[in-house]
T-cell receptor
Framework: DTEVTQTPKHLVMGMTNKKSLKCEQHMGHRAMYWYKQKAKKPPELMFVYSYEKLSINESVPSRFSPECPNSSLLNLHLHALQPEDSALYLC???????????????FGEGSRLTVL | GESVGLHLPTLSVQEGDNSIINCAYSNSASDYFIWYKQESGKGPQFIIDIRSNMDKRQGQRVTVLLNKTVKHLSLQIAATQPGDSAVYFCAENDSGGSNYKLTFGKGTLLTVNP
């Protein structure tokens, strides 16, 4: 079982809807990530939060808005999405800091998003 | 731009055989590599990692080999089982750039035939 929990597992939304994806981890990790994965493709990095501050934004359209309320939670707010945004959205976390032992990312099961 | 790629997009093996999944990378500054397994409908799962100061690392039924001279990474799975059927991604990181940017290769679909 993954220690990174994502909700909802499935989401169907229209192009005018506003919805949010949620991610939670209790491993004490201080870095959290959002990845987007299209079918039969590798995960693509979207955002990275380090110590609850946005560290990396990979030129993601503003219709995707990340939020990190605290060190355990990561949200991705969705508004005015396009059908091509349909994908599996993966959350991940990792250890952080100069004493980081491993670069391993722990992934959640993902939220499968369908935009109609 | 530089990327991580795979020689074989699909691999089909018989149960009990050994599997070898290959990965070529082009960023000579990459110093950390991970193999992930992704089963259908699930998130990627860590298998094994290796740092650039090593050539080989072994886990349970898996071995990762790193050849820095030709920028090649491989994952060997011993006695492959049906539960090993999944997509396998190699990923690389240049910790001198950013510790957070893990770049994934294209993936190899491994199918294990009973």
């Amino acid at each position: 079982d993954t220690e990174v929990t994502q909700t909802p597992k499935h989401l169907v939304m229209g192009m005018t809807n506003k919805k949010s994806l949620k991610c939670e981890q209790h491993m004490g990790h201080r870095a959290m990530y959002w990845y987007k994965q299209k079918a039969k493709k590798p995960p693509e990095l979207m955002f990275v939060y380090s110590y609850e501050k946005l560290s990396i934004n990979e030129s993601v359209p503003s219709r995707f808005s990340p939020e990190c309320p605290n060190s355990s939670l990561l949200n991705l707010h969705l508004h005015a999405l396009q059908p091509e945004d349909s994908a599996l959205y993966l959350c991940a976390s990792s250890q952080e800091g100069g004493d980081r032992v491993t670069g391993e990312l722990f992934f959640g099961e993902g939220s499968r998003l369908t935009v109609l | 731009g530089e990327s991580v790629g795979l020689h074989l997009p699909t691999l089909s093996v018989q149960e009990g055989d050994n599997s070898i999944i290959n990965c070529a990378y082009s960023n000579s500054a990459s110093d950390y590599f991970i193999w992930y397994k992704q089963e259908s409908g699930k998130g990627p799962q860590f298998i094994i990692d290796i740092r650039s100061n090593m050539d080989k690392r072994q886990g349970q039924r898996v071995t990762v080999l790193l050849n820095k001279t030709v920028k090649h990474l491989s994952l060997q799975i011993a006695a492959t089982q049906p539960g090993d059927s999944a997509v396998y991604f190699c990923a690389e990181n240049d910790s001198g750039g950013s510790n957070y940017k893990l770049t994934f290769g294209k993936g190899t679909l491994l199918t294990v035939n009973p």
